[in-house]
């Protein structure tokens, strides 16, 4: 069985880089940065790979300037909440670690901790904008320096480093706090770390394979369940390849078990928090908060048709795909696909690909099953939902393009031409999606529904912010609209919700007693709409006999209502 990585022109190796050669003969530094991005890996070292970071940190910061400006960047109630989650482990009424909760895994909370602490870069968005800048540096770097250990050249890496940077949709998801940047950038700096295990001409120990890939990895599977893929796939990986290595099953079993110790322990950490603060370890599984709690109830609606369906599946994922990544990616991708397995068989290499495909194929056996769900303007039923899911295809999407572009310049005759074909279908493709961004993409689509379904609670949120004198607010922001934290600006130790634990009960029975104002959902009040969990604000106070004698409607919208306390 074929087990060769070594593809590229120039060979891998792991000695270390010659002397530098004297000022007066040294190239212009734009010169020297252009050849280093075709220069071989040499052991830890891959030439190219600050350079690839600096120009992504600029072009993120450029993407995050722009959403910011026109406050695109909060359009995702999703987004908002994961501000508040991190924000309300210091900034609450019961702050502590309790609060990073259950729904989401922690780790996207955790790393966005430190870029919050300021009231203005929380209410702004503006630290997960930094935080995404970091990412995005990180995932084209990580993307990068695994073409560059697969053997692509220059224009293979280069095409990788373009499918990620070029891509408006992508962008904005980076100046977000949505938890696919944080995601996509473990994921990939796991695969780096697997890549440059496999590659390298020196063996590395088990300890080294534990911190350039285990660690990375553990971080992957503490930001999303496709990191639990990948942990799974990257273990079976490093068995194989090491029993390629040293027909050895003793040895093959320690790598792979160097590999797994981080993402196994990370995970045991995982269920040590839910038995402690939940008093079930699957909690995070079947709680009231739960993926299958929420996909229970569209089940039961009939809105999942995808479950059990292999081919509505395939169908609503890959146009959820195609509207994000785009024709001219995924075509080149699937004749990368071709190469690979023509020209490398079952290679390592080609084992190293299947591997950032591991996040892909989660994702469609997540959707099979019925615990995810995905819609768009080809699904049934036919709207907005979840596709930035998609981006889970990103890292095997980006390689195999990397593949095909690497296989289709290597003859200097055609290289100039086909560069050239490839930069304006991709600049085809851009100017035919900006032409529409949120008609014609699905997470920008995605973004502007629930930009526009939130309109009257991001009005009440703004109202509130402008108003706000002092004084506590009761607010259930679990009910549909409510996750408008971020936006009110306003720190939330001065908040009664759910996430206040002790203080939330008594203030529902008697809210004069410590909140000034209240924000309730009313979409529900004269109408059978469905409005998600219920506001146990609203719900609290239609029942109170006193309530609206002490307080006063001050704003009112369709949607929401906030009243102000006159009788205390």
Known sequence: MASDLQAAPAPLTDAPAGPAAPAGERAPWLRRTWTALGAPAAGRRVPGTAAIAVVAAAVGLLACLYTTGQGSNLDYSDAQSHLTIA??????????????????????????????????????GWGACVLGIIALAATASGLYRICARLGYGRTGRLAAVLVLLANPAILYTYTTALTEPVLLMCLVAGMAGLAHWATSRRRMSAGELAVFAGIPSGAAVLSRYEGWALVLTGTLFVLVTELRRSRQWREATKMAAAYAMVPAAAVLWWLSYNWAIYGNPLEFMFGQYSAYAQQKNITDGGLLPTKGNLGLTLWTFHWSLLETLGVVVLAAAACGALVVVYRRGLATSTLLVAVTGSAYAFALVSLYLGQTAINNDHSLPSTWWNNRFALTALPLAAVLVAAFVHQVTRRRRTRSWVVAFLLLALAGQNAWW??????????????????????????????????????????????????????????????????????????LQDPAKYAKWVLVNVEGEDSPLDSGFTDLVHQAISASPTFNARYAVVFSSPTHRIYERTVN
């Open 87 to 124: 924000r309300r482990v210091f900034d609450s009424k019961a702050p502590g670690f309790e609060q990073l909760g259950t729904v989401w895994l922690p780790m996207p909370h955790l790393l966005l901790m430190p870029f919050i602490i300021n009231l203005w870069m929380f209410s702004s």
């Open 434 to 507: 900006l032409q529409d961004p949120a008609g014609r993409m699905a997470i920008l689509a995605e973004g502007r529904m629930s930009h526009d379904s939130n309109t009257y609670s991001f009005a009440a949120a703004r109202w509130l912010k402008q108003h706000y004198d002092g004084g506590g607010i009761l607010l259930d922001e679990s009910a549909r609209g409510n996750a408008v934290l971020p936006m009110m600006g306003i720190p939330l130790a001065n908040i009664y919700n759910r996430a206040a634990g002790d203080h939330f009960g008594p203030a």
